[in-house]
């Protein structure tokens, strides 16, 4: 089965520092990659499809990128609302969601 | 706009069923494939069924195959859950949620409902 490893688990960074979060396949998954953004209390919310769009509405600090196995979620400029858990999905046949990294502001 | 509403949810026995159900309305639900996703208290998202546009696949995740039944009613709007045998690790919130194109099966998700929550406790 394949497997989806996310890194790190949390972190804590500045308003207005570059994160980066990444996202492991055990298997290669091709593009088949979403990122979503929980909110404290809310409802998941996509950010990014095919392992670099950004859905509508989503802002543009917000970019994907990587293929195959390797993929990456950054935030260019960190915004206090960006305070959430994300979790990367691989979508094709049984879908798997990463276990989350929970990004903090320090 | 897109709404998903789930309802069902509360306190249930193990062993015990329970159903859910979803009533979705702002697009033409007969188009879409449905999900069902979970969420452990404190934990991360698991993905649980898929149905396909038309009911004829469907899809459980192996942590709740053969007690698990996803079903969908095109006429009425609703898609549905029944969950048989349930076990306190089944106890999570359960959202229903919609991909981005129609008449695909495995695809992200870009609309939620708000969720029903499950407590499965003796």
């Known amino acids: 089965d394949i497997q989806m490893t996310q890194s790190p688990s949390s972190l804590s960074a500045s308003v207005g520092d570059r994160v980066t979060i990444t996202c492991r396949a055990s298997?290669?998954?091709?593009?088949?990659l979403a990122w979503y953004q929980q909110k404290p209390g809310k409802v998941p919310k996509l950010l990014i499809y095919?392992?670099?769009n950004l859905q509508s509405g989503v802002p543009s600090r917000f970019s994907g990128s990587g293929s195959g196995t390797d993929f990456t979620l950054t935030i260019s400029s960190l915004q206090p609302e960006d305070v959430a858990t994300y979790y990367c999905q691989k979508y094709n046949i049984a879908p798997l969601f990463g276990q989350g990294t929970r990004l903090e502001i320090k | 706009q897109v709404q998903l509403v789930e309802s069902g949810g509360g306190v249930v026995q193990p062993g015990r069923s329970l159903r859910l159900s979803c009533a979705a309305s702002g697009f033409t639900f007969s188009s879409y494939s449905m999900f069902w996703v979970r969420q452990g208290p404190g934990k991360g998202l698991e993905w649980v069924s898929l149905i396909s546009y038309d009911g004829s696949n469907k899809y459980y995740a192996d942590s709740v195959k053969g007690r698990f039944t996803i079903s969908r009613d095109n006429s009425k709007n609703t898609l549905s859950l029944q969950m048989n045998s349930l076990r306190t690790e089944d106890t999570a919130v359960y959202y229903c949620?919609?991909?981005?194109?129609?008449?695909?099966?495995?695809?992200?998700?870009?609309?939620w409902g708000q969720g029903t929550l499950v407590t499965v406790s003796s």
């Open positions: 949620a919609s991909p981005a194109v129609g008449f695909l099966d495995w695809l992200y998700l870009d609309h």
């Open positions: 095919a392992a670099s």
């Open positions: 298997q290669g998954i091709s593009y088949y």
